[in-house]
Nanobody, 131 residues
Framework: QVQLVESGGGSVQSGGSLRLSCVVS????????MGWFRQGPGNAREGVAA???????SYADSVKGRFTISQDESEKILYLQMNNLKPEDTAMYYC?????????????????????????WGQGTQVTVSS
């Protein structure tokens, strides 16, 4: 059974930084893609950043240059470093994972966003950015 456990959320002022972590367990596939999604008040869940099974990242335009996705494969931890945070980044942030063979788009973030019903999800961690 796949388990994804996020941590690292909190409240910061605009311009501040946070690093989210997602500890992964129970994944049996040898080729896995992972990503971060968020859902703000009144908004649909949207993809933020994803990392392909070969390590290549993909970012939403709204976070390019501010967020960095990375992973520690040996410890099975996914990270999201968030810098220069803005009030519009306020949301619940979710970690997600899926076997690579289920993603049919070259852009991994778009690919994972298109099959959200097939992803394994964490419980989320809240990020609140005040102006």
């Amino acid at each position: 059974q796949v388990q994804l456990v996020e941590s690292g959320g909190g409240s910061v002022q605009s311009g501040g930084s946070l690093r989210l972590s997602c500890v992964v367990s129970g994944i049996t596939s040898s080729s896995v893609c992972m990503g971060w999604f968020r859902q703000g008040p009144g908004n649909a869940r949207e993809g933020v950043a994803a990392i392909d099974s070969d390590g290549s990242p993909s970012y939403a335009d709204s976070v390019k240059g501010r967020f960095t996705i990375s992973q520690d494969e040996s410890e099975k931890i996914l990270y999201l470093q968030m810098n220069n945070l803005k009030p519009e980044d306020t949301a619940m942030y979710y970690c997600a994972a899926v076997s690579r063979d289920r993603v049919f788009l070259d852009d991994i973030l778009l690919g994972m966003s298109a099959i959200q019903a097939l992803l394994d999800w964490g419980q989320g961690t809240q990020v609140t950015v005040s102006s």
